[in-house]
């Protein structure tokens, strides 16, 4: 069973969009064996997104990133990262197919509502990021 990390970005949670979204990703197969409310500050959203530091959306993207809470989510399931990735859909959600979760609740290409993992290296690296392996439900 492969892993990923997702995260619910704080345009999610502060709309008030959480219920209708972890709907989509439970009833699409994934099994949530960890979940955690975060307010991330703006270290700490830099460090995640640290791949990105030299892009110009880097700074608007942290600020968006610390400026409510997150909801970190670790997702189980075959196929756990390209699946995430195929129902979240295309980063700018004008982009994004129809019937995924960021062409049905997100907002700009910076407020897409939720983050995915883009590779099963970098989900392992992303959990670890926010939860101790003692945290995942099935290995408590
Ligand atoms: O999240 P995803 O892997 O689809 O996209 P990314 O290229 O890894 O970018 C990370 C995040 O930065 C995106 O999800 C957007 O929130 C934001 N972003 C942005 O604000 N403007 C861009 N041109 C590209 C990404
Ligand atoms: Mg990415």
């Known amino acids: 069973m492969e892993r990923t990390l997702a995260i619910l970005k704080p345009d999610c949670v502060s709309a008030n969009k959480m219920g209708r979204v972890l709907d989509r990703i439970e009833n699409a ?38 400026s409510d809470r997150c909801v970190a989510l670790v997702l189980e399931k075959d196929n756990a990262v390209a699946d995430f990735r195929k129902l979240i859909g295309a980063t700018d959600p004008a982009e994004a197919e129809p019937g995924t979760i960021r062409r049905e609740f997100a907002t700009s290409k910076q407020n897409n509502i939720v983050h995915g993992s883009d590779s099963p290296e970098n989900a392992r690296i992303e959990i670890g990021f926010f939860f101790s392996e003692r945290e995942l439900v099935e290995n408590a």
């Open 29 to 66: 197969g994934f099994k949530i064996i960890g979940m955690k409310m975060v307010r991330l500050n703006a270290a700490t959203a830099g460090k995640f997104y640290e791949v990105h530091k030299e892009r110009p959306f880097y700074q608007d993207l942290v600020q968006f990133m610390s």
